[in-house]
């Protein structure tokens, strides 16, 4: 029987023949299906919207999992993968009669190969934990998503993370060199070279698989590419009287042919509520600030730091200080790594946006967020991935009130406007989930996203991985204009501008 047909039974007894159909392959404590026990899988860390799921299942090995993905398959009932559930675009977020898969018991590093420097894990190995057992090579896993302690290498590959290091190390995608694991109905796939081979034959289906959010495949084993700890990294620190400035000196850096290991900016607000949290040591009376790391041997670095100096002197810095040794370099990024939660500071509620711009119009957008504000009634706190154009605009509100999420919603989909008016993207890392489906109408023509659904579709007939997320439906489109958010479609005074 499908359960995810039309005249399908309610509920209760949807959850009773799949707790039926789950129960003779996992043991008692890897099936929660009580209403209490599934409250804290109800979301990720995009709270706005919640469900709840028929199930969770935690299976622990390939055996279970495969007879999971069976059984939920022939019941036809969605699948949800989840890891550490960190998320911001609500990708994990459960199906209201579907099961969540968590992984994290999938959580062995299975091989550290010194020689070929690479880790072969288990998906829901946490990021951090992969340079903590490759260590002792002098390697470590370069990408580096702020919550890195916490989230998994299978949801890093799903949303294609990237971090502080990612613009001179690269996102996920250049990290991954394969991937194991199964289609929706438990058949297994391996994508790219397990062994470590460069490259392979064919279409590059494992490009395709990351950044999937969980709609193609359910990945449960990862060979990442390890890269050698530098012998020497120092951050500079430099603050600007204007965010514009130090817009501009973020496209100066990369046009002197500079490539930072790291090049992160904070607005005022932002270093305002971070120092009160964490004392990182920021000037409190700039305007903005720019992080900005070399890495390497000592003598490169040094050059390189003074090549950096020169540029943003140039740019108009008003102050510039340089790490004196590692404690302050960790100090220095421990304000940027706190950002998100230090936003609590702020107001109740914020909005994480994420869209990814050219960085030559990264001055010029901060120009429209500061005027977005007047317009939206809402104030906004700036921390960015400056290096790589990767906006993270947080629009502050408080959820008690209803006039505010509005505003706030709507706010953040004039930002995703604004970045696809000016070249860019609707997301730069947090992926789509169902977060931005709606901008996602207004970055894609109907061909382009019927192109996506023809992907989909083939890895995936029956639709019940993960559905929902990441590819709006056409008639949602059609039916929201050029813009649907949710609560309805909101009027955007900035989009006349262009
Ligand atoms: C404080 C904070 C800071 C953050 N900073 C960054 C940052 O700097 N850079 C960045 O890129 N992101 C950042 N994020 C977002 C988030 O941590 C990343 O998207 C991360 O990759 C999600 O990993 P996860 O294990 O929590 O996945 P989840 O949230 O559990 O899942 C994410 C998506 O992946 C799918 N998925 C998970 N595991 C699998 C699997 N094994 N197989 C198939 N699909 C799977 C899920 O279905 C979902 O669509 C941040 C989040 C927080 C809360």
Redesign the pocket.
Known sequence: MALASTDAPDRADRQRALLAALKPHLPPESLVWREAQLAPFEC??FTAMRERPLAVALPATEDELVAVLKAAHRLGVPI?????????SG??MPHALGLSLA?SK?NRVLAIDPLARTARVQ??VR?LAISEAAAAHGLYYAP????QI???I???????????HCLKYGLTLHNVIGLK?YTVDGEPIELGSMAGAIDTAGPDLLALAIGS???L????EVLVRLTPKPALARCLLASFDAVTKAGEAVAALIAAGLTPAGLEMMDKPMTAAVEAFVHAGYDLNAAAILLCESDGEPASVEAELAQMRAVLERCGATRIEVSRDEAERLRFWSGRKNA??ASGRLSPDYLCMDASIPRRRLAEMLQRIEAMQGEWGLRCANVF?AGDGNLHPLILFDAKDPDQIRRAEGFGAAILETAVAMGGTVTG???V?VEKLGSMCVQFSAEELKAFHGVKAAWDPSGHL?PG??IPLLNRCAEGGKLWVRGGVLPHPELERF
């Open positions: 990720d860390g949800v993968p989840r890891g550490a559930g960190t998320g911001l990708g994990a992984l999938f998906c829901g990021n580096d998503p702020s919550s916490a989230c998994t299978g949801g890093n590959v799903s949303e294609n993370a990237g971090g502080v694991g959010e969980g709609l495949m359910v990945v449960t998100f939660p991935h890392e947090h992926g989930g993960n997320k990441a």
